[in-house]
């Protein structure tokens, strides 16, 4: 158990400049179609890369917009045909490249997170080469490599405690852009900001039944995004790591982060959340636990009441069968991981597989789906697609992965000395420990960076922690081995 001691709060400087790449996102409530709002964002993209030439850290700012919007957005020219996601990864090596020739550390953790890395991504691919066709090889391929890329590049581009806070400044602004978004979406008539989602796959709020997107392409993601930001400034606040009017502003964005993700009606943020709280928890003693405990009771509470009193998906009334229909997926999916132990049975293979495993005796009700998911949809739990598509080789390295990056956060919250640098330690460990959760009822790993995005910033602060081992303060003597 560890403890956090209040020091006093340290001043946040903001860069003007982090501010002219999202300009062109200013526009949103102005545009009509969900083509302009693509090209809007793509703008402000390309606005990260070409500042990312100066500065390396920018490049960061490129990767959050894009896993926080139109994440895999295809850039058509002609003959030429590029998702933005492997444009980004080849802007990251390039940019990576000199910096590895000045000798640009990435600190002592970083070897063995990213050789989990490497080892899954080994695994995974001798996997599809021997299960799938090729072009399936080459994409799942090309999706986990940009994954490692963007676990490699964020502690090499953040190299002291000023590019970790810029770095946390732009990600908070573009997470409050999308809760804002996210809010607006539920105001009647207001259908430039109900366009927001990605033109190529034109499913606008109708289709989702009035459930809020923010700038993402579903719900889901939505939520995913959110818990990301959510969790450090949670873990900021509880150690008081800002002061006065910073400290309330965070205080209103925590308050407008939730009104999003109550917003979008996915039912497993709360879970979500509720693991993340109970993580946070463990690291902490003292008042400052009791306070965040009984934040916990006051928000489950208001939750559960807000939940009980409306008819939509949080009270069970529009729930479409996907309750009854997970635990059936989830079983077909651990039979065909104990089927196929060694290298599984491939990417995108389990909805072809699946219907092998159908129970003649499970009960079936015309208003429940059961067996009849069989075939149609993934797993829904990223665990045990990893396991069945991979086998167990891969699903060891994908916990791995997991204990590492928890590791980190711990390591570098035990040594940080200052307490808003606690704060961020505090809340990224809640933020994989919701991701993780929330890995449990959705299909994420193949389609979202966030495992590597959380694995690559936990090296980050590890790697800035070992910047201020030298300096030692009192704080530093009142900790626990986490």
């Known amino acids: 158990m560890s403890s956090v001691e209040v020091l006093s709060p340290a001043k946040v400087e903001i860069k003007p400049q982090i501010w002219l790449p999202l300009l062109p996102l200013v526009a949103i409530p102005f545009v009509g179609t969900p083509q302009r709002v693509d090209h809007l964002i793509l703008i402000s993209e390309f606005a990260f890369f070409a500042m990312a030439f100066r500065n390396p850290l920018w490049l960061l700012g490129g990767i959050a917009l894009s896993e926080f919007s139109i994440r895999n957005f295809v850039i058509e020219q002609s003959a030429f045909t590029m998702s933005s996601r492997l444009l980004m990864s080849m802007a990251a090596i390039t940019i990576a490249i000199p910096l590895f020739a000045r000798g640009e550390t990435l600190g002592s953790r970083a070897k063995m997170t990213i050789l989990t890395g490497v080892g899954l991504i080994v695994v995974a691919t001798l996997s599809n080469f021997i299960n799938v066709e090729q072009a399936l090889l080459f994409q799942f391929l090309r999706f986990i490599i940009c994954g490692l890329v963007i676990l490699v590049a964020i502690p090499l581009v953040v190299k002291n405690r000023e590019d970790l806070l810029q770095v946390s400044i732009i990600v908070l602004a573009i997470a409050t852009i999308s809760a804002l978004v996210a809010v607006a979406q539920q105001i009647p008539g207001a259908p430039s900001i109900a366009s927001v989602p990605n033109g190529i796959i034109p499913t606008g709020l109708e289709y989702w039944e009035g459930r809020s997107l923010g700038l993402g392409e579903n719900p889901i993601y939505l939520t995913n995004d959110l818990m990301l930001v959510l969790f450090p400034l949670v873990g900021i606040l509880l150690v008081r790591g800002t002061g006065g009017r910073l400290n309330r502003t965070l205080a209103i964005l925590v308050v407008l982060f939730a009104a999003a993700l109550y917003f979008s009606l996915t039912r497993s ?140 956060y711990l390591l570098a919250l035990r040594t940080f000395s200052e307490p808003l640098l606690k704060g961020i330690a505090l809340g990224g460990m809640g933020a994989l420990v919701a991701f993780a959760v929330n890995s449990l009822f959705h299909n994420l790993f193949g389609s979202t960076l966030t495992l590597w995005i959380l694995a690559g910033f936990s090296l980050a602060l590890v790697k800035v922690a070992e910047q201020t081992a030298d300096k030692p303060s009192e704080s530093q003597n009142q900790w626990a081995a986490a």
């Open 269 to 408: 943020w709360a879970f979500s959340a509720l693991g993340a709280t109970i993580g946070m928890s463990f690291v902490l003693r003292g008042a400052v636990q009791k306070y965040l405990l009984l934040l916990l009771m006051v928000g489950a509470l208001v939750f559960w009441y807000q939940a009980a009193s409306s008819e939509n998906r949080y009270s069970g009334e529009e729930d479409g069968g996907s309750a009854a229909a997970r635990p059936v997926l989830w079983s077909a999916a651990v039979q065909i991981a104990l089927d196929y132990p060694i290298l599984g049975i491939g990417y995108d293979q389990f909805v072809r597989i699946s219907p092998r495993y159908v129970e003649p005796e499970t009960p079936t009700s015309p208003g429940e789906q059961t067996t009849g998911v069989l075939g149609r949809y993934e797993p829904h739990n990223d665990f045990l697609d990893v396991w069945s598509a991979f086998g167990t080789a891969a699903f060891v390295f994908y916990i791995l992965l997991y204990l590492q990056s928890g590791y980190n």
